[in-house]
């Protein structure tokens, strides 16, 4: 699903030349650094940087993925994509996706926020009743990368569409690097990739995004606009699963609109029983 000579290619071509003390002129046709450019500021042979690009070289030393990530300018999270892509040998098998009684009941206690509990594949395996009452839907079969990208009706919840479309694509690459033998995740990026031009063209960009905490904004057709602050919690043992916790600020617009659609039911129950639910495929 993703290897090791793709992203060199195009992290390369992200490099800025004249930064890497490399002279330009309007002659020069090649987007970024040249391979024998890398190659020479790594302090590797160009044969054998050539061979990484190809696919045909395997296991470099971690000198040399300390070299390329510094000459490549790479940030925390691309290294660590880059040293994972270099040693998929040693696979990281995909997480079985169980849940403890003990988690739903932190769900539980979460109640004037949405909150849920999501895998490395963007589905959400478990939620709270006010994330059923955010996103319109019950939580079985619910995955966050095909309601931002295929369906078509749902796009205008997310107020702040195309961010979510990055950060979704970089969360993706990120998983395909770390469980490469995952057949559920690699259908979805199909999936994805056949039924989204967008998509598509980022997937070719090679990025990845490690997104803990940020501002998510949503359009609820019920209570209109919510500036929520969305908190990423990786839950233990490899699960490869996280809490997610969408909060309001305190005496915001936000948080008497969460007030008033938690006191909505999904059709127009006040109640709102049952909304819960988990999913541990």
């Not at 650094?33 to 190809?54: F, I, T």
């Not at 660590?80 to 079985?96: E, I, M, N, T, V």
């Not at 079985?140 to 295929?150: D, Q, S």
Request: hydrophobic share 40%; proline share 4%.
């Amino acid at each position: 699903m993703d290897d090791l000579a793709g992203f060199l290619r195009t992290r390369r071509s992200r490099v800025d030349p004249s930064a890497a003390g490399i002279p330009t002129d309007s002659r020069r046709r090649v987007e970024g650094l040249r391979r024998e450019e890398v190659a020479h500021l790594s302090g590797v042979s160009v044969d054998y940087y050539v061979r990484l690009e190809q696919g045909r070289a395997t296991q470099p030393s971690e000198q040399v993925l300390d070299a390329l990530a510094r000459v490549l300018e790479l940030d925390e999270t691309e290294r660590g994509h880059l040293y994972r892509l270099a040693r998929q040998r040693r696979r990281a098998k995909s997480p079985s996706g169980s849940l403890r009684a003990e988690l739903l009941r932190v769900l539980d206690l979460v109640i004037d926020a949405p909150a849920l509990i999501m895998n490395h594949r963007l589905d959400v395996v478990a939620g709270n009743r006010l994330a059923g009452l955010l996103y319109g839907q019950q939580m079985p079969g619910l995955n966050t990368a095909r309601h931002i990208f295929l369906e078509e009706a749902e796009r205008g919840l997310y107020a702040d569409w195309e961010k979510c479309t990055l950060d979704v694509v970089g969360h993706l690459r990120l998983a395909a690097g770390k469980y490469p033998d995952d057949p559920q995740l690699a259908s979805l990026i199909g999936e994805l990739a056949i039924g989204s031009g967008r998509f598509r063209r980022l997937w070719a960009r090679a990025d990845v995004r490690a997104r803990t905490h940020g501002r998510k904004a949503y359009r609820h057709p019920l209570v209109g606009l919510l500036e929520l602050h969305q908190e990423n919690f990786a839950l233990p043992n490899e699960s490869g699963m996280e809490l997610i916790v969408l909060s309001a600020i305190s005496g915001s617009a936000t948080e008497d609109g969460l007030r008033l659609l938690a006191s909505l039911g999904s059709d127009g129950n006040p109640e709102g029983k049952g909304l819960r639910v988990t999913n541990s495929s």
